[in-house]
């Protein structure tokens, strides 16, 4: 809360273009920007014919809670797993939209928080790419609906469906952090079912980076192009967990990916390697490479193999592909 | 409610992926996309090198009621509304990305019966323009944040900046009759503070019609480019009503528009100037073009002179620009 309620504004007591213009003044201008905020929609410069696009939503409850997060980490965040499906298909990311529904009490600050963010975010992850659009609106839950776009930059975007038999499986980032970080959260900050603040200083080295991982995540966004470039036969985002997602990509490509156990251990955090698998919201690339190709930043993880029963092996025997589901996994009261 | 709720399960008892295929199996391919859904991002052809992006949410309480909305006007809507921003910028739409957030107790005939609104809008309104991707996640409020990419087809974005002296003023479609609906809605199917369902039976040609033109809009998405290509030097797209819009393009273009009371008043819908004027969501296109140009479709409505004092005047006079503000304007318990 503000000191200073008169110098920070519910949402609901001032004009949606004063919250805009709030906004606008602390984004940067996008590198591929043509036509920029303010006007009915953005242009966006989409030299090499074609533009990559996607859209993920953080929703109150199921994806976060205000206890946890503040509006920096919410800004950040939606603006990170948005950067990851558009690297995932080779492209680099060039502009966001941000569709934003927040509650009338929301603080003014908080919503200039959120766009420090995503400001902060992409200058991190994606120098170049900036907020260039969106829209806000009132609802009595808090929803970040992300779209980012993207340029292949001539090449043809890396699908999941392109993995083919004596490929190299390799993965950028890593496996189990963010999961971890949900279990401190749920494990150490909650009253009950309510979740209260975190007290970072009763944290240790490794819950501070599992934290960190959940609330502000950096997924290798620039090695999407270096995959891409190195000729990535199959690529995708482990946002479900791993065990999920390389089912994903075994079933589009017709395929089994066989995994190497002692290679997957050395990515998984804190040498967990149940969570790692199963843990969702790394936002890793799992990508497939010719044999012998290895760009920078990935490290191989086993080889695909002609399709057997099961569309993921560990040392040769299944894995259960469970995953995140939001219809399934967190339904707790929100706060 | 469906009378098989066996065959009509509610979303929060099936997986994400199932609600996905039965989205997926009613939307039609986008003539534009390279890479369609079911990818960590979907692949849209951007010939003429630039993108146009634009997002927009609707939100049940602020922005429509499920008593008076049906999923399939939902799904009509939040394309049209989107299209228009497309249009606007003197663009052709290309392709729709849906966030869907819904309650867990929806059911999966609401959830693809917006699919089906999507799809038939787009087929209306912009052949060729489809949802090439989307995401799906639960919320305690029902939130369909649309977002509408577009191809300007080699020419340059008609903004809201540059109407000159000595410019036509003109429109495309027509002011107040989604108002109208509005107050049909309001006044006729509420108990209270509590919107009932609408029983179309009661109600007049007129009042059908303005009914159609709140809950299924038909925005002239087709004369954007057909602006453009006409030499448009400003346009945008009129979502808050014409007063407050035109004030938006007066301050942004630096004139005053001086419309004609007469030529108003033709637009009108049902002779209600007021209405017309303060009435929002028709999102008609607002357009300047050079002296003696005026691309058929359009009606010319007053001309662009040097500034003065107010932005808009109607026969010489200032008129207030109050239009929508969501903040302000609708704020009633949900239903």
């Not at 199963?278 to 695909?304: I, S």
Request: aromatic content about 4%.
């Amino acid at each position: 809360m503000a000191s200073h309620p008169g110098d920070d504004p519910l949402i609901g007591d001032i004009s949606e273009g004063r919250v805009l213009r709030a906004i606008l003044s602390r984004t940067e201008p996008a590198a591929q920007a043509i036509v920029g905020p303010g006007d009915d929609a953005a242009v966006i410069a989409a030299a090499s014919g074609s533009v990559v696009a996607t859209t993920d939503t953080l929703v109150h409850g199921p994806d976060f809670r205000l206890a946890w997060s503040s509006g920096y980490d919410l800004g950040w965040k939606s603006a990170a797993v948005n950067l990851a499906d558009i690297a995932a298909m080779g492209a680099a990311p060039t502009a966001l939209l941000v569709a934003l529904a927040v509650p009338r009490d929301t603080r003014l600050s908080f919503v200039t928080a959120m766009a420090d963010g995503l400001r902060d975010a992409c200058a991190a992850l994606s120098p170049g790419c900036a907020v260039v659009g969106g829209d806000l609106t009132v609802s009595d839950v808090l929803t970040i609906a992300v779209t980012a776009l993207g340029d292949l930059g001539g090449r043809r975007a890396v699908t999941r469906s392109g993995a083919r038999q004596g490929d190299v499986i390799a993965l950028a980032g890593e496996l189990g952090a963010a999961a971890a970080g949900l279990s401190v959260l749920f494990g150490r900050f909650r009253d009950g079912d309510r979740p209260v603040p975190v007290d970072r200083s009763a944290l240790d080295a490794r819950q501070l980076q599992a934290l960190q991982a959940q609330l502000r995540p950096t997924p290798p966004i620039g090695l999407g192009p270096v995959a891409a470039a190195a000729g990535a036969t199959a690529m995708m985002d482990v946002s479900d967990g791993l065990g999920l997602d390389a089912a994903r990509m075994a079933d589009a490509s017709g395929v089994t990916l066989a995994l190497d156990g002692s290679a997957l251990d050395a990515l998984v955090f804190a040498g967990d390697r149940a969570r790692g698998v199963a843990g969702g919201e790394d936002h890793g690339l799992l990508a497939t490479f010719p044999a012998g190709v290895l760009p920078p930043g990935f490290r191989a993880l086993g080889v695909v193999t002609e399709r057997g029963v099961a569309g993921v092996l560990v040392d040769g025997d299944p894995i259960a592909d469970a995953g995140w589901d939001p219809y399934r996994d967190w339904d707790a009261t929100a706060g």
